[in-house]
Structures are given as C-alpha cells and as structure tokens.
T-cell receptor, first 113, second 111 residues
Framework: DADVTQTPRNRITKTGKRIMLECSQT?????MYWYRQDPGLGLQLIYY???????NKGEISDGYSVSRQAQAKFSLSLESAIPNQTALYFC????????????FGPGTRLTVL | GDSVTQMEGPVTLSEEAFLTINCTYT??????LFWYVQYPGEGLQLLLK?????DKGSNKGFEATYRKETTSFHLEKGSVQVSDSAVYFC??????????FGKGNQVVVIP
C-alpha cells in the first residue's frame, strides 16, 4: 500500500467552482506539504504544515487554502478555481527529525476549464 | 534567496551513453543537496543526497558530488538504460525546513 495517497488522481472542473484535493499518509510524519508542478517550472511550494496546529504559506499561496484535519490528513482547497490553476499537484511528507527527505504522493492532475 | 539552477532543456541520448545533468546552487551556509527522480505518471522519489562538502551520493548507478568550491551537485551515470527515462530534479534543503527545487530535466533514453 502507498504511504502517501492523494484523491482524486484526476479532476476536471469549471472556472469558479470550489475544489478540494485530499492527502493522507501512513508514515507517521508530522510535516506535510502541498506543491504544484507546471511544465518547465519545477515544483513550487503552496502551503506547508509542521503539525496539526501549524499552517504556513509557501511561495504561491494566493488562491489556495489548506486544512490539517489530523496528523495524517492535509487537504488543499481552491475556493474559486481559475484556468491558470491547471497543473499537477503533489502532496509530500517528512519527519521532524532525520534526513530531511520528503516523500511524495502520486499527484493529482487538475484541469480548470 | 536559496535556490538551485539546472541546465536548460531535455536530454536525449542512446542506451549505454554517459549522462550528466548539471546543477548549481546559491545558498547561505552549507545546505543539504538532493536529486529526485519522477518516472512517468508517478510522484517524485529520492534518488540520492549529500549533506556536506565533498560528500558523494550514489544510488542505482547514479552519482553526484557536493562541490563547495563550484557550488555544484552534478548528476552522472556511466551507462544509461531505457528505464532511466524520467524527469530529474535537483533540490536544496534550506532554512525553515523547506526544499527548493530546480526546474527539472526530462531525460529520454533511446534503445
């Protein structure tokens, strides 16, 4: 079973709709992250959370919000989707102590029409 | 701010050829450096890492050496296979426990 799962894997929606992407992990990590990937731009950090009570903005948080419902769950919301939010979204986790390695989910491909 | 720069453009090469992907970094202090690989349709996974100057990370035939003098962490493999076709990202771990990623390089290995 995958350690970091994301749902849905693919989503097509329309401009103005509210969308939630969900991430769950069984690794027992405290730290969770949301990234978006655009062709030729690498990964950009949207939000991150170091524990259930901690939420931090990343480089490109405008238009997004997050919720850390539990240690294992971290969801990303687009309150009113727009076409330039079409991208591949990844969730990642890491341990509080250790090698600083981040473990990634399989990604959600979001298309906003 | 802290950042990494990868060479521009995709890399296409024949099976058994030598692969090099350049990565340079800008950082205060001595950050940990990583190479991640993304196979088609999958998330990123750690390929190798180095945590201090002159460290050599290695895995699956890939190597990269942390060069403080040239602020570089170039990825190399002596003989690539078709299964190495993927996107490769250089990354730097910096303050506040965050990773900064390069833009990635698509590698296509032709049989």
């Amino acid at each position: 079973d995958a350690d970091v799962t994301q749902t849905p894997r693919n989503r097509i929606t329309k401009t103005g709709k509210r969308i939630m992407l969900e991430c769950s992990q069984t690794k027992g990590h405290d730290r969770m992250y949301w990234y978006r990937q655009d062709p030729g731009l690498g990964l950009q950090l949207i939000y991150y959370s170091f524990d259930v009570k901690d939420i931090n903005k990343g480089e490109i948080s405008d238009g997004y919000s997050v919720s850390r419902q539990a240690q294992a769950k971290f969801s990303l919301s687009l309150e009113s989707a727009i076409p330039n939010q079409t991208a591949l979204y990844f969730c990642a986790t890491s341990a509080t102590r250790g090698s600083n390695e981040q473990f990634f989910g399989p990604g959600t491909r979001l298309t906003v029409l | 701010g802290d950042s990494v720069t990868q060479m521009e453009g995709p890399v296409t090469l024949s099976e058994e050829a030598f692969l090099t992907i350049n990565c340079t970094y800008t950082a205060t202090g001595y950050p940990s450096l990583f190479w991640y690989v993304q196979y088609p349709g999958e998330g990123l996974q750690l390929l190798l890492k180095a945590t201090k100057a002159d460290d050599k990370g290695s895995n699956k035939g890939f190597e990269a050496t942390y060069r403080k003098e040239t602020t570089s962490f170039h990825l190399e493999k002596g003989s690539v296979q078709v299964s190495d076709s993927a996107v490769y990202f250089c990354a730097l771990f910096y303050g506040n426990n965050r990773l900064a990623f390069g833009k990635g390089n698509q590698v296509v290995v032709i049989p």
